[in-house]
């Protein structure tokens, strides 16, 4: 019997314990799985609070793919009807730039007539096909922009993306990291502009009414869906079976190899915990703080590994409180002076899935700080309310405040995959090979995204499998 402890029940521990229990029941290899986790609950950053019809997600509040892990996962633990797609307002995307909401445009026709950046501009990014060459060296999400649609629209329009997903500066962010995607349309077709025409045929033999984005009539490679309870039923449906295996309130506090091979794991209780594999599936910084005394660099790289920190502020409309209307999935704001909201942006909630609202009113999300402003990570609530509120009130127009509010505060909650950070975890993994059985997952790694972070668990459940 191999036994495998998984540090960590956030959804990627929590996605690495379900996977390793279906693939050894499935190949028939005996297999004890725990999972230890230091807080109260399972599910990390992963949360929703549901009270008098409304839905708020503290973290993710959607997956994208229904091609994934995810999707699949969803399905294994008994989510398959509870699953849903998104309307089609997800399709309008905004862009808050010069005091005003821009409609981003979906494909190359459409940048004529986008309102957010200049005649020049526009015209940068239509002659992009003349300009792109492909490279093969790491740059910042930034540099890479600027290579194909110029300096105003990498600002824009991919600075802004930036700020949507890492909640980060794109001048700092790892393109191949961060956003391999992007790497990959550029090894493909060389051109943005033609990866992007060939996404619209795609989406158009596929039925879709867009390319790359979501349609109201099934499911898709980059459909957004949900889940009818809230983010909050994956963790739910993925921790319930584990039993007692999952074990809240233990933390570990450190770790060491035996002498005739794999983990002792010492508790903050007392007790240790004996393994042959050993999943550390925290944030970078736990991680490094019990790598430390098996290999003090890797966990000094591990360290190096910066995060941002967020808050998101839920607002709680009635209808009528806004002069014009809160349309499509919302709005991030544009980086560069002249243009700081002191937010991130504005999600409108209740535009993409049903009942994130009750009848006759709009759920709204802000989110403020992250790694260009951590001053505003510490503000009070009250500033916080009044800051979302001056920016809504700017891009949409309000008559009056919302009927509720809540608070969520996530401290040093996203990592920031820097220029670079494909190498250091190249490095940090090579180290690791001198620790068989040790295994690292989690968002401080390969992408953050719940889809990712599920993809990620299913590859580290087969790496141990292989050598169990």
């Known amino acids: 019997m191999r036994r495998v402890v998984v540090v960590g029940a956030g959804i990627a521990g929590l996605a690495t314990a379900h996977a390793l229990r279906r693939d050894a029941a499935k190949q028939g290899l005996p297999l004890d799985v725990q999972i230890l986790e230091a807080g109260p609950r399972a ?49 309008r995307r905004y862009i808050a730039r010069n005091g005003r909401l821009h409609l981003v445009p979906l494909d190359p026709v459409a940048f004529l007539k986008f309102s957010g950046l200049s005649p020049a501009g526009r015209l940068r990014v239509l002659l992009e096909p003349f300009y792109a060459r492909r490279v093969a060296h790491d740059e910042s999400v930034h540099d890479y922009a600027v290579r194909h649609i110029g300096e105003e629209a990498a600002v824009a329009l991919i600075g802004s993306v930036v700020r949507g997903v890492f909640a980060g500066d794109a001048r700092r962010l790892s393109l191949d990291s961060a956003f391999p995607i ?40 980059r459909a957004l869906w949900t889940l009818r309870g809230g983010m909050e039923s994956l963790v739910e449906a993925l921790a319930k079976p584990l039993g007692p295996a999952l074990r809240l309130r233990s933390p570990a506090l450190a770790l060491a190899r035996r002498d005739g091979g794999g983990y002792s794991l010492r508790l903050a209780s007392g007790e240790t915990i004996e393994a042959d594999h050993v999943v ?41 409180a806004f002069r014009g209307t809160p349309d499509g999935y919302g709005f991030l704001a544009s980086p560069g002076p002249g243009d700081d909201l002191n937010i991130l942006g504005a999600l409108f909630e209740s535009n993409l899935f049903p009942d994130r609202a009750p009848e006759g009113h709009v759920l709204v999300r802000v989110m403020v700080g992250g790694a260009e402003r951590p001053d505003l990570v510490t503000k009070r609530d009250d500033e916080l309310v009044a800051i979302s509120m001056k920016a809504l009130d700017k891009m949409v127009g309000l008559n009056r405040g919302p009927e509720r509010t809540w608070i969520i505060r996530q401290e040093d909650s996203i990592p920031q995959y820097q220029v670079g950070h494909r190498a250091l975890i190249g490095g940090i993994a090579k180290r690791l090979d001198a620790a068989p059985g040790l295994h690292l997952t989690g968002n401080g790694f390969r992408g953050v995204s719940v889809g990712n972070l599920l993809e990620d668990a299913e590859k580290t459940s087969e790496r141990i499998l292989r050598s169990a």
């Open 182 to 221: 992007m790497r990959e349309m550029e090894r493909k077709h060389r051109s943005l502009v033609l990866a992007m025409v060939a996404a619209g045929k795609e989406a158009r033999a596929r039925g879709k009414k867009g390319p790359g984005m979501a349609a109201a009539s099934g499911p898709g490679r």
């Open 43 to 91: 599910g990390g950053r992963v949360r929703t609070t549901r009270e008098n019809g409304w839905t708020i997600e503290w973290a993710a509040n959607a997956i994208q793919g229904a091609e994934g892990a995810a999707w699949r996962v969803a399905e294994e633990v008994g989510l398959a009807a509870d699953r849903i797609l998104s309307r089609s307002d997800a399709a």
């Open 280 to 320: 550390l599936s925290t944030a970078p910084r736990t991680t490094a703080s019990l790598l430390r005394s098996l290999d003090a660099e890797a966990a000094r790289e591990l360290e190096s590994i910066p995060s941002a920190g967020l808050n998101v502020i839920g607002l709680g409309f009635q209808r009528d």
